[in-house]
């Protein structure tokens, strides 16, 4: 039996104020995961920090489910320019 803890889309649909097929084009895009529980359409609670960065930059700046797609790649993409910086200047440091 698994330990995974699932929340409904019908729920979140609900506490979000976002449609059904918002979660189900997420999904097809790949940017969460979905799966059925007891016929229900369901995502793992794991994913919610990041369902609900998706979801307030959708409502927010009204990006579509194909821009959040672009946009959390950049912002990846300058994370791990940051993590990058951070480390050459920690080597930068010790040679001055």
């Known amino acids: ?6 929340i409904k889309i019908e729920i979140l649909s ?12 997420l999904d097809a ?3 969460i995961e979905t799966e059925w529980v007891e016929d ?4 793992d609670e794991q994913q919610i920090s ?9 409502q927010d ?7 959040l797609d672009v946009v959390l790649n950049l912002l990846n993409k300058i994370e791990q320019l940051e ?4 480390a050459v200047q920690n080597r930068l440091s010790l040679f001055e």
């Open 1 to 6: 039996m698994s330990n995974k803890q699932h």
């Open 14 to 25: 609900r506490h979000y104020q976002v449609e059904h097929t918002f979660f189900q084009q």
């Open 29 to 31: 895009i790949g940017l």
């Open 40 to 43: 229900q359409l369901c995502v």
């Open 50 to 58: 990041r369902l609900d960065k998706l979801i307030r930059l959708h």
């Open 61 to 67: 700046l009204e990006i579509n489910p194909q821009g």
């Open 83 to 86: 993590q990058s910086l951070t």
